[in-house]
């Protein structure tokens, strides 16, 4: 599942951004998307510290991130936590 995931993405993510993100980048989204969707089915939280949260919402990466984020919440039937939302965004910057 998580493999259709991460093709989807990608090539979401590279059409939007109209750029190309490094397989490392993907890779760490992809430990982290795991992690998280498993972290929100058992009611957990994230807890990021030093981020620049201003400068993160208004980038295109975020705008990308949330549509990614519906997608997620909608598959997997759970809710995000705008903090995972931004991290996902940090991959993607």
Request: aromatic fraction near 10%.
């Amino acid at each position: 599942m998580l493999i259709i995931i991460k093709i989807r993405l990608k090539n979401y993510t590279e059409n939007n951004l109209n750029r190309k993100v490094s397989g490392k980048a993907y890779t760490g989204l992809m430990i982290h998307i795991s992690i998280m969707i498993k972290r929100m089915q058992l009611k957990g939280e994230i807890y990021i510290f030093n981020i620049n949260y201003e400068y993160i919402q208004n980038t295109e990466e975020y705008k990308i991130s949330r549509k990614v984020v519906e997608r997620i919440e909608k598959k997997f039937i759970i809710t995000v936590s705008e903090k995972d939302m931004e991290y996902i965004v940090l991959h993607l910057i």
